[in-house]
């Protein structure tokens, strides 16, 4: 039989380590895939992945059940990826030297953007405009950027992404709002 969140969590609280584990199991991809969709580069993705669950091994002894533990989770998550762009300019800088697995890794993150057939002239177009508009969601501001993430890479609703945000819906929707405004801004030659 297969135990419940709270079943697990409770267990988890007592020093159950296979009960943490099986928690970590059941949000452990939809963390990495917040992460990577943040970050700049997949090595920041998992350093954010550790930390959210060091947060959640460390706090949840102090859980108390206010809320769904998917919301708490993700509200931990959302606030390591704030805290990470917000210490560190890497997002600023762009580097002339990068390396053969780099440019690899942002072919491999754009080429779902390429249809099967496409010609080289296409597929080079494409990666083009992948690499746009990972750099014009990369430029949005922290709040922006992650209300975007959640809400148009992992399917949230407007009400569920307050919760993980702590704010009312509104903000969000504001959120939301000034980052479709400054995306259009950024990618306008592309659909000029």
Same mark, same amino acid.
């Given at each position: 039989?297969?135990?419940?969140?709270?079943?697990?969590?409770?267990?988890?609280?007592?020093?159950?380590?296979?009960?943490?584990?099986?928690?970590?199991?059941?949000?452990?991809?939809?963390?990495?895939?917040?992460?990577?969709?943040?970050?700049?580069?997949?090595?920041?993705?998992?350093?954010?992945?550790?930390?959210?669950?060091?947060?959640?091994?460390?706090?949840?002894?102090?859980?108390?059940?206010?809320?769904?533990?998917?919301?708490?989770?993700?509200? &931990?998550?959302?606030?390591?990826?704030? *805290?990470? @762009?917000?210490?560190?300019?890497?997002?600023? /800088?762009?580097?002339?030297? +990068?390396?053969?697995?780099?440019?690899?890794?942002?072919?491999?993150?754009?080429?779902?953007?390429?249809?099967?057939?496409?010609?080289?002239?296409?597929?080079?177009?494409?990666?083009?405009?992948?690499?746009?508009?990972?750099?014009?969601?990369?430029?949005?501001?922290?709040?922006?950027?992650?209300?975007?993430?959640?809400?148009?890479?992992?399917?949230?609703?407007?009400?569920?992404?307050?919760? &993980?945000?702590?704010?009312?819906?509104? *903000?969000? @929707?504001?959120?939301?709002?000034?980052?479709? /405004?400054?995306?259009?801004? +950024?990618?306008?030659?592309?659909?000029?």
């Amino acid at each position: 039989m297969q135990l419940n969140d709270t079943d697990l969590i409770v267990r988890a609280q007592k020093g159950d380590e296979s009960a943490f584990e099986e928690l970590v199991y059941r949000y452990d991809r939809n963390v990495l895939s917040i992460t990577i969709k943040y970050a700049n580069n997949e090595d920041d993705a998992k350093d954010l992945y550790q930390e959210v669950f060091i947060r959640v091994y460390r706090g949840l002894k102090n859980f108390r059940f206010q809320s769904e533990f998917s919301t708490w989770l993700f509200r &931990i998550t959302t606030n390591v990826c704030l *805290t990470y @762009k917000s210490k560190s300019k890497e997002h600023l /800088k762009v580097s002339i030297d +990068k390396d053969f697995d780099d440019e690899e890794n942002e072919f491999s993150l754009t080429k779902e953007l390429v249809y099967d057939g496409s010609s080289p002239e296409e597929i080079s177009s494409g990666t083009d405009i992948g690499e746009m508009i990972k750099a014009a969601v990369d430029s949005l501001s922290s709040q922006q950027k992650m209300t975007f993430v959640l809400k148009h890479y992992e399917g949230y609703k407007i009400r569920e992404i307050a919760e &993980i945000l702590n704010c009312k819906e509104g *903000t969000v @929707k504001k959120y939301l709002f000034d980052a479709t /405004k400054n995306l259009r801004k +950024k990618l306008s030659p592309v659909y000029a």
